[in-house]
């Protein structure tokens, strides 16, 4: 399986999306609808690297953090195939921010 690194200087296009306002059984909803659109739409867009979805342990936020090749990938999705998902998600009241990484650190005995 091929991964994708988070670290400062690498080429890669974050986006991470939240939701906050959940209960247990909304999150799982939501869950639902985001891994649906992932292995339905996502998945097969040109630039798309990788997404980890990420559930509160007390039900109420869903993170799903996405990586693209490049801001272009993303905006060609967003411009495009996203307009017909948006929406089965705005329901969960999803919002998308966009980031940059500025400060990576790993253990010692995991290399840097």
Same mark, same amino acid.
Not at 68 to 78: L, M, P, T
């Given at each position: 399986?091929?991964?994708?690194?988070?670290?400062?200087?690498?080429?890669?296009?974050?986006?991470?999306?939240?939701?906050?306002?959940?209960?247990?059984?909304?999150?799982?909803?939501?869950?639902?609808?985001?891994? @649906?659109?992932?292995?339905? #739409?996502?998945?097969?867009?040109?630039?798309?690297?990788?997404?980890? *979805?990420? !559930? &509160?342990?007390?039900?109420?936020?869903?993170?799903?953090?996405?990586?693209?090749?490049?801001?272009?990938?993303?905006?060609?999705?967003?411009?495009?195939?996203?307009? @017909?998902?948006?929406?089965? #998600?705005?329901?969960?009241?999803?919002?998308?921010?966009?980031?940059? *990484?500025? !400060? &990576?650190?790993?253990?010692?005995?995991?290399?840097?």
């Amino acid at each position: 399986m091929p991964t994708t690194q988070i670290g400062q200087g690498r080429d890669v296009f974050t986006v991470i999306f939240e939701a906050d306002d959940l209960d247990e059984n909304r999150q799982r909803e939501a869950l639902a609808v985001i891994e @649906d659109i992932l292995d339905g #739409v996502v998945r097969q867009q040109p630039g798309f690297l990788c997404s980890h *979805v990420h !559930l &509160s342990t007390d039900g109420k936020k869903l993170v799903n953090y996405q990586q693209w090749a490049s801001a272009e990938a993303f905006s060609a999705f967003k411009e495009g195939p996203a307009r @017909d998902v948006m929406p089965r #998600v705005a329901p969960f009241g999803i919002s998308a921010k966009v980031y940059q *990484v500025a !400060l &990576s650190r790993w253990s010692k005995e995991n290399g840097a």
